[in-house]
């Protein structure tokens, strides 16, 4: 560390977001573009480059934050892209999108508030791609030896980078007409621009993957044939197998899931449509979901310019604080937070509720009502105890005509046929049965992200991509593999 008192002179600073008022009128990232840098190298000071970095211990990807968080503070950011590309394909998008469970693990957040890692992260990636210290890195020589992936999320696209880069021949099959999986449909364009995605892209084609959209494996392209086809095949077809709300009225028109409206509005953004047709325009919009996609279907409605907004989460409000006894630190606690789109959700609000959240907390829904046309027009909810036991004398109903289900996912979708046309066994909770070497029941057959770890984080999807690179690298090569591999628990549920 350049300077050994920082995090005592230095208060954290975190890269300040635009005025809500201004952001929600268009679709750009919410942060004010420039104002990273000036700041950034003295927050990367307030690391105290701990003996025991809990920080690395606690992302996923073993990001060698107290090395980068140094380089930063010596403004050697060179070296500083060096050593955060060792570990993360694709800083920029957890740059932007990590819930940071290692500001969770750092030393300092133990009494002050955590070393602004995310941030230091983004702007390591985003100045490294200004100042091309990311070029292509096509292998040296071909293995000779080819690898299917299904699915470009980001954990078939990490893996595809890392096996492209090992010299394997690696093509990347994508039902969607672009790539990018839920990075490209699913979050929003206000939290990650998908240039970021379109210069990742470019990048690994030049260095020789292979794309090929708008081909559904198990519909379009028969499984059996292309096992036979690769000596390797990685699936990382996510997990968009939706949780269903089966109350009274769920039939009503108007009421619809999450990833049926989010695509929608990332469509209208890429310029494939004029106005979404679930357009949230003039509406009553309810969230059913306390989570990250309610949150990003919030801020999506808001840009609609909807006429009120509530997003309903069935868990008591927590506190602003960690508590010590449940979740001590270095964990990752459950906080109340107030997010991009939650602040401007009360642009909606008028005065003098100004300040009033968007969310209802410890409420569930009861059913729904509609008009004559088959039109839902109201939800109707009551407050629940811990136990999610409903509270006598707490019914309420709100004014509802779109109402977005964010209930979170079970398992990757079965309707293309792949899982069941490769005869793949399933966890009991519906994500596809691996080996700890990624090896599915089928051989030569591999999974990651998602579709085996279940609904979890752009992070994780990141290190298993990664870590399944090298597990294939190893089975194509008899046993060894020049790739590096975060350590996991990948076993473990998602940490964040
Ligand atoms: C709305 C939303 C917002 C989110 N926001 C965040 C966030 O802010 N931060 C964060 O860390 N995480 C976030 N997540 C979670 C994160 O996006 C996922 O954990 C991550 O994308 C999983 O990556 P993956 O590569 O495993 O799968 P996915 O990103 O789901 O990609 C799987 C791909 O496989 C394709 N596919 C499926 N079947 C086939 C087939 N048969 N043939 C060909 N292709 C196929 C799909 O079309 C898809 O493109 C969010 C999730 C959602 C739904
Ligand atoms: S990827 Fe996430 S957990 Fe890892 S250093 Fe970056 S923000 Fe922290």
């Known amino acids: 560390m350049a300077d050994p008192k920082g995090f005592l002179t230095t208060p954290r600073e975190e890269w300040p977001r635009r005025p809500s008022g201004e952001r929600t009128r268009d679709w750009d990232e919410v942060y004010v573009p420039g104002a990273l840098l000036p700041i950034v190298g003295r927050q990367a000071d307030r690391c105290m480059d701990c003996g025991v970095p809990f920080c690395h211990e606690a992302c996923p990807l073993g990001n060698l934050i107290p090395e980068w968080n140094d380089l930063v503070s010596r403004s050697d950011w060179r070296a500083a892209s060096d050593r955060l590309h060792a570990t993360n394909n694709f800083p920029e998008f957890t ?109 690994m084609r030049a260095e020789g993957t292979l794309f090929r959209t708008s081909t559904a494996v198990g519909r379009d392209v028969d499984v059996a044939g292309l096992r036979a086809r690769y000596d390797a095949v990685v699936i990382a077809s996510g997990a968009t197998a939706w949780h269903e709300l089966a109350v009274p009225g769920r039939e ?42 309610g949150a990003d279907c919030l801020g999506t409605a808001v840009r609609e310019r909807a006429a009120s907004v509530t997003q309903l989460d069935i868990y008591a409000q927590p506190g602003a604080e960690r508590d010590e006894e449940a979740e001590p630190w270095p964990t990752y606690p459950r906080l109340y937070r107030l997010s991009a789109a939650h602040e401007e959700a009360r642009e909606l609000r008028s005065a003098p509720a ?139 549920p998602m940490t964040a």
């Not at 690696?170 to 939290?191: M, N, Q, S, T």
């Not at 009421?255 to 049926?260: D, R, T, V, Y």
């Not at 752009?458 to 090298?470: F, M, T």
Request: net charge neutral; hydrophobic share 40%.
């Open 354 to 492: 100004a300040d009033a959240d968007a969310r209802l907390f410890a409420a569930s829904t009861l059913r729904f009502t509609g008009d004559e046309r088959g039109h839902v027009r109201a939800l109707h909810l009551v407050g629940v105890d811990a136990g999610r036991r409903p509270k006598p004398g707490t019914e309420r109903s709100l004014p509802a005509d779109l109402v977005l289900l964010a209930l979170g996912f079970s398992g990757p979708d079965r309707r293309d046929g792949l899982v069941d046309g490769l005869g793949l066994e399933l966890e009991p909770r519906g994500t596809i049965a691996r080996d700890r070497d990624f090896a599915t029941n089928v051989p030569g057959v591999f999974a990651a992200g998602d579709a085996a770890r279940g609904q979890s984080l752009v992070v994780w999807a990141i290190a298993e991509g990664r870590a399944v690179a090298a597990a294939v690298d190893r089975h194509l090569s008899g046993g060894t593999t020049r790739l590096p591999a975060p350590v996991g628990p990948y076993d473990r």
């Open 95 to 203: 740059g932007r999108l990590c819930p940071a469970p290692c500001e969770a693990g750092c030393v300092l957040a133990i009494n002050q508030p955590a070393v602004t890692i995310k941030n230091v992260e983004c702007a390591i990636a985003d100045l490294a791609w200004e100042e091309g210290f990311t070029p292509p890195r096509p292998p040296e020589r071909l293995s000779g030896r080819t690898v299917a992936v299904v699915g470009s999320g980001p954990a078939g696209l990490a893996a595809a980078q890392q096996l492209t880069r090992a010299g394997h021949t690696v093509a990347v099959y994508e039902r969607d007409d672009r790539i990018g999986g839920l990075l490209r449909y699913g979050i929003p364009e206000f939290k990650m621009e998908k240039q970021h995605l379109e210069r990742r892209i470019g990048q």
């Open 252 to 293: 009503l028109a108007g009421i619809h899931q999450a990833m049926e409206y989010l695509p929608l509005a990332n469509r209208v953004c890429e310029g494939d449509l004029e106005h979404s047709p679930l357009s949230a325009a003039g509406r009553h919009v309810v969230i059913v979901g306390g989570g990250d996609t």
